[in-house]
Antibody, heavy 121, light 106 residues
Framework: QVHLVESGGGVVQPGGSLRLSCAAS????????MHWVRQAPGKGLEWVAF????????YYRDSVRGRFTISRDSSKSTLYLQMNSLSPGDTALYYC??????????????WGQGTLVTVSS | DIQMTQSPSSLSASAGDSVTITCRAS??????LNWYQQSPGKAPKLLIF???RLQSGVPLRFSGSGSGTDFTLTVSNLQPEDFATYYC?????????FGGGTRVEI
């Protein structure tokens, strides 16, 4: 049974940094691409970033490119999102999600419960 | 970026009804279209992938169709647990984009 557990959220001042983690279990982590998706309070879903199964390619939405870095540690079956230069517009519930396959993205088959990031002074 | 436009943004229905949600892409996306259901306070759940393929475990009352730019999600025989928000998503090209969502009120 696939299980994804996000952590690392919290309250941070504008300009600050946070690192989110997503602990994965119930599947062979090394074989699947992974995503981060966020949802601002009361708003819709917004894709943030994707990393290939082997970590060789990363993709970002324009608004976070250069500030956020997605990475993965196969030895720990953990996905990360390093977030720098945070602004209030980054306030959201951040979900990690497992992709269907090991190529570039397909569809998001499993989601965690999310971790809340609040950027406020 | 490919824009995804869903309609309606919300709808009201009764148990047993059928409802149809539409999703339009700003350019051709072939069949790279997925549908997700998000119940209040819950994480999204994959319903349909590749426009019309039902995810394992999803009830047969959910169906999807379309190709190119126009897609639909139909929920037949609405059940109380179908009260949720539904999102389409294109995975044709990055950035992957979602529609604005359709809230279904029972």
């Amino acid at each position: 049974q696939v299980h994804l557990v996000e952590s690392g959220g919290g309250v941070v001042q504008p300009g600050g940094s946070l690192r989110l983690s997503c602990a994965a279990s119930g599947f062979t982590f090394n074989n699947y691409g992974m995503h981060w998706v966020r949802q601002a309070p009361g708003k819709g879903l917004e894709w943030v970033a994707f990393i290939r199964f082997d970590g060789r390619d990363e993709y970002y939405r324009d608004s976070v490119r250069g500030r956020f870095t997605i990475s993965r540690d196969s030895s720990k079956s953990t996905l990360y999102l390093q977030m720098n230069s945070l602004s209030p517009g980054d306030t959201a519930l951040y979900y990690c999600a497992k992709d269907r396959g090991n190529s570039n993205w397909n569809y998001l088959t499993n989601w965690g419960q999310g971790t809340l990031v609040t950027v406020s002074s | 970026d490919i824009q995804m436009t869903q309609s309606p943004s919300s709808l009201s229905a009764s148990a047993g009804d059928s409802v149809t949600i539409t999703c339009r892409a700003s350019q051709n996306i072939d069949n790279y279209l997925n549908w997700y259901q998000q119940s209040p306070g819950k994480a999204p759940k994959l319903l349909i992938f590749a426009a019309s393929r039902l995810q394992s475990g999803v009830p047969l009352r959910f169906s999807g169709s379309g190709s190119g730019t126009d897609f639909t999600l139909t929920v037949s025989n609405l059940q109380p647990e179908d009260f949720a928000t539904y999102y389409c998503q294109q995975t044709y090209s990055a950035p992957l984009t979602f529609g604005g969502g359709t809230r279904v009120e029972i």
